[in-house]
Each structure stands twice: as structure tokens, then as C-alpha cells.
């Protein structure tokens, strides 16, 4: 899978952020891990992170086209990408 990376051996799942969600969110990938070495471990756990941070961008692709109030934008960083 293409979302699925490597850092100091953890497997961790990495989605790119949307040129125009940059400014919404503050960062410009979405990082999460998946708690495992193993190959086939992180790929049974992927789709799960991968839905969740997709369901993350068309949440804040709604917002980013009103204007969203700081606290409301902490909030959702908080809830749905922690």
C-alpha cells in the first residue's frame, strides 16, 4: 500500500494533505502509527487509519469552504486526528 511508511522500524500510516487544507489543519501530512514492525500486521491495520483520516479530509473540505472559528478548528484537529 502507498500510505504505509517507516520510521526507526514502526510501520505508520502517511496521507498528504490538501494544498488548500494546509492552512485549515497546520500541517501538511497526516501521520499516524500502527503500532507494529511487521509487514503483514500494518497492512491489516492500515485501512482503518486510512478511513479515518479520509473521512478527517472530507470533514474539514466542508469546513474550509465557510469560515471556522479557531476553537471549532482545535476542536476538530483534537477529535479526529489525535
Do not use: H
Not at 485549515?24 to 482503518?48: C, H, I, W, Y
Request: proline share 4%; charged share 30%; aromatic share 4%.
Amino acid at each position: 500500500m502507498g500510505y504505509i511508511t517507516t520510521q526507526k522500524g514502526i510501520k505508520w500510516v502517511r496521507m498528504v494533505v490538501p494544498d488548500d487544507l494546509v492552512p485549515v489543519l497546520g500541517k501538511k501530512n497526516l501521520m499516524e502509527s500502527l503500532e507494529t514492525k511487521d509487514n503483514r500486521m500494518a497492512v491489516r491495520r492500515s485501512p482503518a487509519v486510512i478511513a479515518k483520516f479520509q473521512t478527517a479530509d472530507r470533514r474539514f473540505s466542508r469546513k474550509a469552504r465557510g469560515v471556522m472559528c479557531t476553537s471549532l478548528r482545535d476542536r476538530m484537529q483534537r477529535s479526529l486526528l489525535v
